[in-house]
């Protein structure tokens, strides 16, 4: 992976960022365009493959829009505008859109700095990284488990609806077709159960004390990684200033 620093800097940089994001009051959109700017040196920084930042960030914002997008009508204020929907009429308010926006561009830049991150570092390494970070192991171990066997998983899922198309040659209602997932689903959860019990026994019986070793070269952080990590460590804490004293 591409870059001057270490998964650890990379990891603190991102939390770091992200703290001080989402401590933003509403309506500091100056702030939170500044916020933007220090992220896009944060992605030079990092150096993420692009064209899969570009297709990633957006699907993954869809989320925090589709949770936010009523509360514009839920919120106290001014009234702006009512939409009248016949049986109901939706208001919304000044507070309102205020709040929407900003959790919209809160949740823009911390997708775009995660994005960044998971894209900039193999999964071992930010494995390694959160235990550099002082993560507990045990923490570490589950979301390594969970990570590893979530593919096999989605592979006996495969393995069982081929099973089921191969032997059914006739077109079934909704209903029909719901219950046979339902019998799927339940299928594979007592499978998952087993196969979790059946590896975890084997790898007790080969030493597994709960903890992943991970080998590595250890290298000496650099005077330009100290500067790095400083400057955007001090950037937020800045930005975070001059919002508390309404310098602009």
Request: glycine share 4%; hydrophobic share 50%; charged share 20%.
């Amino acid at each position: 992976m591409g870059g001057i620093l270490n998964i650890r800097e990379k990891l603190i940089i991102t939390l770091v960022n992200i703290f001080f994001i989402v401590s933003v009051r509403k309506g500091q959109y100056l702030i939170l365009s500044l916020y933007l700017l220090v992220g896009i040196f944060i992605l030079l920084l990092f150096k993420p493959d692009l064209k899969k930042l570009i297709r990633r960030v957006p699907l993954v914002f869809l989320y925090p829009f589709c949770i936010s997008v009523f509360i514009p009508f839920l919120s106290e204020g001014r009234v702006i505008t009512r939409i009248d929907l016949r049986i109901f009429t939706l208001t919304v308010t000044d507070n309102g859109l205020t709040v929407f926006t900003t959790v919209l561009i809160k949740s823009f830049l911390c997708i775009l700095l995660v994005a960044s991150l998971l894209l900039s570092s193999d999964e071992m390494e930010l494995l390694g990284g959160l235990r550099k970070i002082h993560l507990p192991p045990i923490i570490v171990s589950i979301i390594y488990l969970m990570y590893r066997y979530a593919f096999l998983i989605m592979e006996e899922s495969r393995t069982r609806q081929m099973a089921i198309r191969s032997r059914v040659f006739k077109r079934y209602s909704y209903s029909t077709v719901n219950k046979k997932m339902t019998h799927l689903m339940s299928n594979l959860f007592i499978k998952s159960l087993d196969r979790a019990e059946n590896i975890y026994r084997s790898m007790e019986s080969r030493g597994f004390d709960g903890n992943f070793y991970m080998i590595e070269d250890k290298k000496r952080m650099g005077i330009l990684n100290v500067i790095v990590l400083l400057v955007f460590i001090l950037l937020p804490m800045g930005l975070k200033t001059i919002e508390l004293l309404d310098i602009i």
